[in-house]
């Protein structure tokens, strides 16, 4: 039997690299793919230097994907195109779902390779179509086995039950999505789970994936904390061992978001007022700033000042110094753009819990009716810092993403 093919996003990090070491010691036919996003001036073609250099040793193929003026055109034009609405966008959501993984599918597609693997801190596990109640338990039981991998030698485990080796409980070459089990069919659900480093965890990020996307897909180091990655990168001999990770925006120098911003869009200066209307002082450029934010305010009074709203129209920052005022303490809000990473929920309202923002914790929430991709979310308790554009990620008690929208 030929061994399984799989395509995975080479960035030139030590994720990726060791991610495409991990799948060719396992027996993958392993191919590369370089995307080519956006290069910052003076990298010198750092990042793809490296990436054939990984594959290089590795003996795989590279495919180098140019597409530097689609990200232009759809990541950043985003992501000014919000801020200048007065709202705060999250780019790695909007790239995964517009951009890597529809890459990656388009190219795997073409060449005739059955998988696509990442080297995103997440897990990804199959699951017979059961009542909610036993999905749940079943998927939490499977999550903690992947997770307690005590080495390196273990991982095999954790690579199989997510691509369809004979340890699987789903092979994932059942055709259409059926797993026969006796005289019955039971349809193969594929769930997102938090990897293993709970702080390198990147879940939050893919939950827009779907089913069909889910199926095919490899996350190799869900089971494995940082430290253990870099050691592997110098057990393969991989040159990028100590690289330092890459910063969350690609695209922003040292995450300097205001001199970023400043060369893209006009930033115009404006007034500063209390929830009275009390003039308060005065704002640099509304895109600047993000509800919830304290720091950079720069203004005087009895402080500390938060950013409660921004009026777009009359270009006005909206502050006050109570902490629990009702528009930066709010218990409900709505959301737009809402999707399922498995199966649409039905019965509504639903109770979850909920991740407002990146490392944020979990918190409980209950979801109102489902109209049109929108939704009321009423949190159990009161929440800070809630900011327009950012996503909402919604997550059963097995800490399964079951899908999620954006703030409206």
């Known amino acids: 039997m030929s061994p399984k093919s799989v395509l995975i996003g080479i960035s030139g990090g030590v994720d990726s690299s060791v991610s495409a070491a991990l799948l060719k010691d396992k027996g993958y036919a392993v191919s590369g793919a370089f995307l080519r996003f956006w290069e910052p001036k003076g990298a010198d073609n750092k990042s793809l230097a490296d990436a054939k250099a990984v594959c290089r040793i590795l003996g795989i193929p590279l495919e180098i994907i140019e597409a530097r003026g689609a990200f232009e055109k759809t990541v950043i034009q985003y992501f000014l195109r919000e801020y200048e609405g007065g709202r705060t966008p999250n780019p790695c959501v909007f790239c995964n779902e517009k951009m890597k993984f529809k890459l990656l ?36 039981m499977k999550h903690e086995t992947c997770s307690m991998k005590p080495a390196y030698a273990s991982s095999c485990a954790n690579l199989l039950r997510q691509s369809g080796g004979q340890e699987a409980t789903a092979d994932r070459d059942a055709p259409a999505g059926k797993h026969g089990t006796g005289n019955a069919e039971q349809k193969m659900c594929y769930k997102l789970f938090p990897a293993s480093d709970k702080k390198k965890d990147q879940s939050y990020f893919l939950y827009r994936l779907k089913q069909e996307q889910l199926a095919k897909i490899i996350f190799p180091l869900g089971g494995y904390e940082k430290t253990e990655v870099r050691k592997l990168a110098e057990k393969f001999q991989l040159p990028v ?83 629990n005022h009702p528009l930066i303490a709010r218990k409900k809000i709505e959301l737009d753009d809402v999707v399922w990473a498995s199966a649409l929920m039905s019965n509504f309202p639903a109770s979850v819990r909920v991740r407002t923002r990146y490392h944020n914790p979990l918190i409980h929430a209950t979801i109102g009716n489902i109209s049109d991709g929108h939704c009321q979310l009423e949190f159990d308790l009161a929440q800070r810092a809630i900011a327009p554009g950012q996503s909402v990620v919604f997550y059963g008690e097995s800490e399964e993403i079951l899908g999620g929208g954006i703030i409206k």
Do not use: W
């Open 105 to 140: 599918f388009e190219t795997a597609q073409k060449l005739g390779i059955e998988m696509v693997a990442t080297g995103h801190y997440a897990q990804v596990l199959p699951t017979s179509s059961l009542p909610p109640s036993l999905k749940l338990r079943q998927a939490s």
């Open 241 to 323: 061992f100590d690289k330092s990770d890459s910063q969350d925006v690609c695209f922003m120098a040292n995450g300097n978001l205001e001199g970023f911003l400043k060369n893209k869009i006009v930033l115009q200066f404006g007034k500063i007022v209390d929830t009275g209307g009390n003039l308060m002082g005065e704002h640099r450029g509304l895109s600047l700033y993000t509800i919830g934010q304290r720091k950079g305010i720069e203004i005087g009074g009895t402080g500390p000042y938060f950013v409660v709203s921004k009026n777009v129209q009359e270009n006005i920052l909206v502050v006050t110094n109570d902490i």
